[in-house]
């Protein structure tokens, strides 16, 4: 079955490391969106890319970095420098001939 | 700029009563309109979504919204809430630019036995 495949499920990080987050779709979607949640809000967009080897900043992008070196994988770096790392992340991709998303079941990350 | 407000960051309802979500969006064009739905610790799965065909969407799980243009709105129903109704429930619109979706904030739907 066709999907996106976030991992891990939960992660925790301490003071001062990168962490990466790993989002793979088998879709064949062209768009993929990595979204911050946080409670009592809405997702909040961090990186958006619709090509490889292209991606554009989102609303919260600060502290954080992407890559898209193939159309399947778009995983999505938590450094140091992003101060609040604590959230819920979505990975989402989309067909953009057509209207519809769909989402990992995300990775929550913890800083210990 | 596109933006979408959610009434109610809680709703309660009893087992079998009617779910009423709110949703007003504002967009300068006609809008795709989605509701999304998310269980503790889980992604978002798709609800329903608007793309300027019928003004009245039927989704899954027996859930339904009505575009109304004139209230700037797409108020999400279910004519009979069932305990597994209880989740966290997300409308959006998609944005003109890059395709993003612009997130309300969220309704919690507590059912009540």
């Known amino acids: 079955d066709g999907g996106i495949t976030q991992s891990p499920k939960y992660l925790f990080r301490k003071e001062g490391q990168n962490v990466t987050l790993s989002c793979e779709q088998n879709?064949?979607?062209?768009?993929m969106y990595w979204y911050r949640q946080d409670p009592g809000q809405g997702l909040r967009l961090i990186y958006y890319?619709?090509?490889?080897?292209?991606?554009q900043k989102g609303d919260i992008a600060e502290g954080y970095s992407v890559s898209r070196e193939k159309k399947e994988s778009f995983p999505l770096t938590v450094t140091s420098a992003q101060k609040n790392p604590t959230a819920f992340y979505l990975c989402?991709?989309?067909?953009?001939?057509?209207?519809?998303?769909?989402f990992g079941s995300g990775t929550r990350l913890t800083v210990v | 700029a596109q933006s979408v407000t959610q009434l109610g960051s809680h709703v309660s309802v009893s087992e079998g009563a009617l779910v009423l979500l709110r949703c007003n969006y504002s967009?300068?064009?006609?809008?795709?309109l989605f509701w999304y739905v998310q269980y503790p610790n889980q992604g978002l799965q798709l609800l329903l979504k608007?793309?300027?065909?019928a003004t009245l969407v039927k989704g899954i799980n027996g859930f339904e919204a009505e575009f109304k243009k004139s209230e700037t709105s797409f108020h999400l129903t279910k004519p009979s809430a069932h305990m597994s109704d209880a989740a966290e429930y997300f409308c959006?619109?998609?944005?003109?630019?890059?395709?993003?979706?612009?997130w309300g904030a969220g309704t919690k739907l507590i059912i009540k036995p």
């Open positions: 967009s300068s064009v006609p809008p795709y």
């Open positions: 608007y793309t300027s065909a």
């Open positions: 890319s619709q090509i490889v080897n292209d991606f």
């Open positions: 959006a619109v998609r944005a003109d630019s890059n395709y993003q979706l612009i």
């Open positions: 989402a991709s989309l067909d953009l001939g057509r209207i519809g998303y769909t």
């Open positions: 879709l064949n979607h062209d768009a």
